[in-house]
């Protein structure tokens, strides 16, 4: 099946450790993205990736770091250094090729981090 | 930055009225309208889309319609149902260096009574 999918679905931390999130899809998508969701605050861009070993800041980028080795893997990290990091966090990919057009965004699972 | 605005936050219908939720966007360079829908514990998926060439598309039950003028957006159900009871997230979607940025609204919860 083809898919994108993140792991691991529930994650606990405890204050002043790093925490990676992995996002592995095999759609043959060109970008990758990851979100931050809260109730009540919609989806907040974290990171976005259009290609490998490339990628840009989102809205609220402080505190996390992502890479993209891989055009199927875009990996986030949660720093120590980020104020608020419980929430659920969203990995997308789309379609999206040099055209000038944005396209339909495939969601992953989500996964649930929660800062003891 | 680019910021989308998303109204009502909550909204409960009576089954078989029809429903609107309306966004307005603040980057006139925004080129991509998606509306997507967020059942209770599952992920977001894509209901409708709108690109700023077109000011108005319907599928079935749903239309959206686009002022790119006033920057604004709706979404419109109609004879809705109560599987249509979700969270409906509209986003614009534009262009920036490395790729496409895509911003969300706040999100609407809809509650449709049967």
């Known amino acids: 099946d083809g898919g994108i999918t993140q792991s691991p679905k529930y994650l606990f931390r405890k204050e002043g450790q790093n925490v990676t999130l992995s996002c592995e899809q095999n759609?043959?998508?060109?970008?990758m993205y990851w979100y931050r969701q809260d109730p009540g605050q919609g989806l907040r861009l974290i990171y976005y990736?259009?290609?490998?070993?490339?990628?840009q800041k989102g809205d609220i980028a402080e505190g996390y770091s992502v890479s993209r080795e891989k055009k199927e893997s875009f990996p986030l990290t949660v720093t120590s250094a980020q104020k608020n990091p419980t929430a659920f966090y969203l990995c997308?990919?789309?379609?999206?090729?040099?055209?000038?057009?944005?396209?339909?965004?495939?969601f992953g699972e989500g996964s649930r981090l929660t800062v003891l | 930055g680019e910021n989308v605005e998303q109204h009502p936050s909550t909204l409960s219908v009576q089954e078989g009225d029809s429903a609107v939720i309306k966004c307005t966007y603040s980057?006139?360079?925004?080129?991509?309208f998606p509306w997507y829908k967020q059942e209770l514990g599952k992920r977001p998926q894509l209901i409708i889309d709108i690109r700023s060439n077109v000011g108005e598309k319907k599928d079935q039950r749903i239309a959206v319609t686009l002022n790119k003028t006033a920057k604004h957006f709706s979404l419109h159900i109609t004879e809705t149902q109560p599987e249509d009871s979700a969270v409906y997230f509209c986003?614009?979607?534009?262009?920036?260096?490395?790729?496409?940025?895509?911003?969300f609204g706040a999100g609407t919860r809809l509650f449709v009574k049967a």
């Open positions: 759609l043959n998508h060109d970008a």
């Open positions: 997308a990919s789309s379609l999206d090729r040099w055209r000038g057009l944005g396209g339909e965004l495939f």
């Open positions: 986003a614009a979607s534009l262009g920036r260096t490395g790729g496409f940025k895509t911003i």
């Open positions: 980057d006139s360079a925004s080129n991509y």
């Open positions: 990736s259009q290609i490998v070993n490339d990628f």
